[in-house]
């Protein structure tokens, strides 16, 4: 067995920044390391060695599988949560390395990997349901085309963690173009030195938008262009019913990829205020309220940039916030282009919004299930009775009619054409809380079924129960939460 099995090709960047922007941590050795789950599909992507990986019996890393001169690191980070500001840092989380392919380069993040430098009062673990769900709901994510972080595997080191209850403790491997967030700029913004924060920001174009280095006011085009992309995946996590649960800024990274999958979920019943997160008492991040965080995390970004953008103060907020104001028109773009999608409006015009408006205002007031309202909005028959039974609906489908006859299409084609862009499947709350406990309990059977329907959302599922909602009760209940 070579000394590095796995296949990595490493080059940490990372780590030729200064030393204020990261710490370096101490290998673990853990007594009992075990795959619980392990995604070969992304595994091949990534190129690694999966036969090395199956021969260990496990996708884990002590010292005897390191190449020499070779550190894991913890990256430190600020952020606004709840809109509180803090300093914060990878408190249980290491990266592992920067695997490169074809000149793309991908973190190997550790989470649950153990107490670092910037741990507060956790103890560093994670449990295993909370690992599982962020690899069940990142996969989701990545086979509904929505940027995301992937996870390559889930390991129980043999240890347990504390909780309500005793838990096995557990490892996931994460997979991202980076975890550079909002709050990390926050972070090089309060070291209050404008050399480090120039470096920090150069090394994150050069890394992310390295075509902005030919441009005349670089900095100006970053921050025009990280709002483009969350303005996008808000859109995107918007369409399919998403809701992220703790956008807090150190949650938002800047590649554009949805990162943390602590308390979040998918809406069941439309309902603009939904929010399932248990720490989110005021509904900040309700479902409506998304994009408006979106915007309030990016302006703290901005903020960051300010001594960048130019050397008078004054001018340079303003073109912080002429810059800013870009960001709700590209999300109203995106949102508007995606939705009529949904209902096969590919031609929208300026009157068209409102077909959208007025149908999610019908599933509202009728507790419609959003994904399946989509789905089947052209089998009628399968839509809720109270809703199609409505006068107002079926004058909203005459609308719709009129605004169909300029697509030049038959209703059969239009719907083949929804049915790719409108799931079938999502992670539904109640199956995944059942796949996550029975896991836990040791039956993957569940788990795996599910996750094989949600790696093919478009098609409807064998198992029909996948695309059935809970019972209403649940939903008004129902809470999710961090899992720290």
Known sequence: MSHFPFGFNFDNSYQKLPKNFYSIESVQNFKAPKNIIFNESLAKE??????????????????????????????AYAGHQFGHFTMLGDGRAVLFGEHLIHNERFDIHLKGYGLTEYG?????????????????????MFYLAIPTTRSLSVITTGDVVHREEIFPAAILTRVAKSHIRVGSFQFAAALNDINLLKQYTDYCINRHFPELNTTKNKYEAFLH????????????????????????????AI?????????????????????FSSIDQHGRYAYKNQPIIGEWNLTRFAESLIPLLHADIEQA?????????????EFQQNWGSLMLKKIGINSPSIHSKSLIDDLLALMQKHQADFTNTFYYLYETNHLKKELTADPSFKNWWDKLLVYLEKENKSIQEIMHETRKINPAVIARNHLVENALKTAVAGDLKPFTELLAALEDPFNPPKNQAFMSPPDFTFDQSYKTFCGT
């Not at 060695?49 to 199956?54: A, F, L, M, Q």
């Not at 990829?257 to 439309?270: L, Q, V």
Request: charged share 20%; aromatic share 12%; net charge negative.
């Open 255 to 275: 590649s554009g990829e949805t990162i943390d999958y602590g308390p979040c979920a998918f809406m069941n019943y439309y309902h603009p205020e939904t929010v």
């Open 120 to 140: 507060r009062r956790g103890d560093g673990k994670a449990a295993l349901g909370p690992m599982l769900r962020e690899y069940l709901i990142s996969e989701a």
């Open 46 to 75: 990534l190129h690694l060695n999966i036969n090395g990986i199956k021969d260990i019996d496990c996708l884990f890393y002590d010292q005897k599988y390191l190449p020499q001169k070779f550190d894991f690191i913890a990256q």
């Open 317 to 329: 907020k303003t073109i912080a916030l002429e810059i800013l104001e870009s960001y709700a028109q």
């Open 225 to 252: 262009a990280v709002i483009k992309r969350q303005a996008l995946l808000i859109a995107q996590w918007m369409s399919v019913g998403f809701i992220h649960g703790v956008m807090n800024t150190d949650n938002m």
